[in-house]
């Protein structure tokens, strides 16, 4: 049996802007929100011009891009950001010294501060639950820790159109492996050779 | 997903651009002073307004980075050795060991010449600790031209390092590109030249260093020159090339502080002042003096631009930057 190596695919055409990926994952993973600070976000956009009918909304979810060749890995001066074989992108929060290199070098903006005061905050905001102990520059893990229980990512699982979808692309037989086969699928900014894991299927066609 | 957009970050900037610039300057200075005593012409106080300038600066400069972490005690886990082979992919593991054994074999070096010095040793305190640790300098002459070495080595990847830090963030045009870490060497040797000849001028004064003044100053006008070539080249690559570098262009080349205060009064004119130095010559040392505080100006506001000018191209706005770009150069705040 071969090594999963996971991937997403998010599709522009479903999703309508209800955050409830922002709201799964920022209580699944505690981020502080309180200081706008997501591991994953949905852009509310206005794309096209002129009248009223020829500008559409557009919905835009980002989130780490868990890339093959990540910058902010190969940056990370302490190793604190590392890889799993199965291509999720982790970050080992006592390990990180908060240099924020990794916050520069990342294309996606998928990094942003923990800082002593949000562990402060976290503790009222969270309650006891409240897991972080250590300063970081934290992202998005794929939900990791629900992956490897078999789970999906908790911004997949919540989300209602179904515009998330979460899989293996070493099984041929996996949707999001079809679907990036396909072709329709298009990773971001793949010529700065992060070779993302991230894909999104566009709205454009539609709304030509 | 056509539509793209640019900012600029607010991450690391100005105190970032004073790290770079001391990291630069401190170990260019002990590069030169090192090399300069070694093959040259042997000269202690050279050797010790150098290395204890360059102490002090790399100390301010990583003193104001370990501020800035957010999690100041994991901060072992880059002064560990071990590092390099843990992390040899990531220049701020390099750096950080560059820096600290450039610090470490610098000091050894200059020891002796501490030793021997009665402004230092009539320092109260300093000058007891200084005389108690004797034998370090005992050892350090003993094996002098090693340690020299040592500290040249460590000097010269401290200064490429620092282009390199930026050169390694590939989202950034500006910064992604191999013109960077040639800049930031270039700029660093200049700013030493610069450093040393005020030294030499105001401070030392002595009427036999005639002819190093003149290397000096004819080194400083190729580097400042070379420079200039440099800028030019990344004139072309920012207004010719990629989006991003684009908005970069129109960042720097429509700020009187780059084009005037760098451009001008940091590299034009100090070249034309040590030009002329180098060719007819100056009756008093104010012009080269004068060229030489312009000249390290110019260097901190070369790398305060270039920590500010850097510009990242995004399907989306970035969620924290308050500044958003449009192509006429203004810049939108959210």
Redesign the interface.
Same mark, same amino acid.
Request: with cysteine; net charge negative.
């Given at each position: 049996m071969t090594t999963p190596h996971y991937a997403m695919v998010i599709d522009?055409n479903t999703c309508v802007g209800c955050n409830a990926c922002m709201a799964a994952c920022s209580m699944e993973n505690q981020t502080p929100v309180w200081d706008?600070?997501?591991r994953t976000?949905v852009?509310d956009?206005e794309?096209g011009a002129g009248t009223e009918n020829e500008v559409k909304r557009r919905f835009?979810p *980002?989130l780490c891009n868990h890339c093959d060749n990540p910058?902010c890995m190969?940056?990370?001066?302490?190793?604190?950001t590392y890889k799993l074989d199965n291509g999720i992108v982790l970050v080992n929060?006592?390990?990180?010294?908060?240099? *924020?290199?990794c916050?520069?070098?990342?294309?996606?903006?998928a990094r942003?501060?923990?800082?002593?005061d949000d562990l402060d905050k976290g503790t009222e905001f969270y309650g006891e639950l409240h897991f972080r102990t250590?300063?970081? $520059?934290d992202k998005c893990s794929f939900c990791a820790h629900r992956v490897m229980k078999g789970l999906k990512p908790a911004c997949v699982e919540t989300c209602v159109g179904s515009a998330r979808l979460f899989g293996d692309m070493n099984d041929p037989k996996d949707e999001v492996a079809k679907i990036v086969a396909s072709g329709v699928a298009?990773p971001?900014?793949a010529h700065?050779?992060?070779r993302p894991n991230v894909y999104?299927i566009?709205d454009?066609e539609r709304n030509v | 997903?056509?539509?793209m957009f640019y900012s600029t970050?607010e991450?690391?900037t100005w105190w970032i651009a004073i790290y770079l610039f001391l990291g630069g300057l401190g170990g260019a200075l002990v590069v030169v002073s090192g090399l300069t005593n070694m093959y040259v012409k042997e000269h202690k106080e050279l050797v010790l307004w150098a290395n204890i300038s360059s102490l002090i600066m790399l100390s301010v400069g990583s003193f104001m980075?370990f501020l800035h972490?957010?999690?100041?005690i994991? $901060?072992i886990?880059?002064l560990n050795p071990m $590092?390099l082979i843990?992390?040899p992919?990531?220049?701020?593991?390099w750096g950080?060991q560059f820096i600290v054994w450039m610090m470490v074999w610098s000091f050894v070096y200059t020891y002796p010449y501490l030793v021997d010095s009665k402004f230092w040793r009539g320092i109260p305190i300093i000058g007891g600790l200084i005389g108690l640790f004797g034998w370090v300098g005992n050892l350090s002459l003993r094996f002098h031209k090693l340690i020299g070495w040592l500290a040249v080595i460590n000097g010269i990847g401290t200064v490429l390092y620092t282009g390199l830090?930026l050169q390694?963030?590939?989202?950034v045009a500006l910064w992604h590109n191999p013109g960077v870490p040639l800049l930031f060497i270039v700029s660093a040797f200049s700013t030493a030249m610069a450093f040393l000849l005020i030294a030499l001028y105001v401070f030392i004064k002595n009427p036999e260093d005639h002819g190093l003044k003149v290397l000096f100053e004819r080194s400083d006008v190729i580097l400042i020159g070379i420079e200039l070539l440099i800028i030019f080249v990344f004139f072309q690559f920012t207004t010719y090339g990629l989006e991003s570098a684009r908005y970069t262009a129109k960042i720097l080349w429509n700020d009187m502080g780059w084009i005037i205060g760098f451009v001008g009064f940091g590299l034009l004119i100090p070249f034309i002042i040590e030009f002329r130095g180098v060719t007819k010559g100056w009756k008093g040392s104010a012009p080269i003096v004068l060229a030489a505080i312009l000249v390290l100006s110019g260097g901190y506001l070369l790398r305060h631009y270039f920590m500010y000018a850097g510009v990242?191209? *995004?399907?989306?706005?970035?969620?924290?930057s308050t500044h958003h770009l449009q192509m006429d150069g203004s810049v939108q705040t959210q």
């Open positions: 522009l706008n600070k997501w976000y852009h956009m794309i835009f *980002r910058p190969s940056v990370c001066p302490t190793g604190a929060d006592e390990m990180c010294m908060g240099c *924020r290199a916050a520069m070098a990342c294309p996606y903006d942003y501060d923990v800082t002593y250590s300063p970081s $520059v298009k971001l900014m700065l050779g992060t999104y566009s454009l | 997903m056509e539509g970050q991450l690391w980075l972490l957010l999690h100041h994991a $901060v886990n880059v $590092v843990n992390k992919d990531a220049w701020i593991s950080t830090l390694s963030f590939p989202a990242y191209e *995004r399907p989306y706005p970035a969620i924290n």
